[in-house]
């Protein structure tokens, strides 16, 4: 049976390495890749080839304008081809620079093939000039659609959070603090170390036993369960952590914000930290849970739907057992889930100074002592980033 494992990230180096690991690690493996380089001409270049070199090639056309979209089309018709084959032990996907595993991963799980890993790999050295840079992906060439309006950082940042498994380069231009930016960050995740060592001398079957990276590669994967630590209203956030210059404040609080100080405060908030995600409760909007997601400089928020105190008792067996659980650990006896839980990383974070910069942004006693009522005829200053 075919096993697909996905390999992304924005550090082409550290995954191109990562790939060649698991293409000498595995024997009967191969690697696809589309290059979304020549999108702009109208076409996506995708190559099979395994450790002895290319197999083939081929050009599939866009589709509705967008190059990711023409390798969702293409890639699972591939895979089963090699699927139906039987000589194939295992498939690595190969991302494009800037296309994100969650995606793809979905994509295959649905084509009926089964994904036993999903890698991202990082060189530690790059990771917080990625999460600092706000430059748009068009701006560097790798837009992966005309309308693409992500940036370098918060597309890293998802590269990095969803997969389980990171491969890390051995860099010499790492210290000890970029390393625990990195742990730090995605703390539950499984770093494989990927050095410069001779990929033809590595563990194969008939050698020995799996290395690290292969075993990570072959390991399993629940798409489910990855999409739910990745969803505002349950994701899995870092926990506090101070280390090598590196600090994680988890803010929790039961109050919800005043929209106008916190709209007012956004971009000393935002700047204050590399990463900053998590959900928030706005005083005008008591019964909407709002995801916050920050890097570069840059803040998206928008609505991901009720609280689970606002929902019905009979529509609670709607919603997943992961999502009941989370509320439960945030559960009030007042006003149930809704709370801020936001989570900030970086280098050099003045912990002291934001603490006291949100505090500001909450309800005073007397805002709070108003009531609900009372607080949705504050003024809606968010009206804009949500596109009401």
Known sequence: MLSVVIVGGLHADARKAAVERLLADVSGSVVLHHDLATAAAGTVVRTVRDASGLLSAGETPLV???????????????????????????????????????????????????VTGVITAVDPALVLPCLGNGDDLAERGLAAAATDQRTIADTFARQLEYAPVLAVTDSEEADDEDRELL??????????????????????????????????????????????????????????????????????RDRPFHPERLYEALEDITCAAAR?????????????????????????????????????????????????????????????????HLVFTSPALDRDGLERLLESCLLTDAEYAAGRSAWKQLPPAFDTLLEV
Do not use: Y
């Open 64 to 114: 509705n304008d967008c190059a990711c979209c023409a390798l969702r089309e293409d890639l699972v018709p591939e895979l089963r081809r090699l699927a139906d084959d039987g000589t194939t032990r295992l498939a690595i996907v190969e991302l494009w620079d800037s296309v994100e595993p969650k995606a793809m991963a979905e994509v295959v799980t649905a084509g009926g093939l089964i």
């Open 183 to 252: 742990t730090q960050l995605h703390p539950t995740a499984r770093q494989v170390p990927i050095g410069p060592g001779d990929l033809a001398g590595a563990a194969s079957p008939a050698a020995g036993p799996l290395s690290p990276l292969a075993q990570a590669a072959l390991a399993g994967f629940d798409v489910e369960a990855a999409a739910a630590a990745q969803h505002p209203a349950c994701a899995l956030l870092p926990a506090e952590a101070d280390a090598h210059g590196v600090s994680t404040l988890v803010w929790h």
């Open 276 to 340: 900053s995600r998590g959900r928030f409760w706005l005083a005008d909007r008591p019964d909407t849970l709002l995801h916050w997601d920050a890097a570069g400089g840059a803040l998206c928020v928008e609505s991901v739907g009720p609280w689970l105190a606002s929902l019905p008792d009979a529509a609670w067996d709607m919603v997943p057992p992961v999502r009941r659980a989370a509320a439960a650990l945030d559960w009030h006896p007042e006003h149930g889930d809704c709370c801020q």
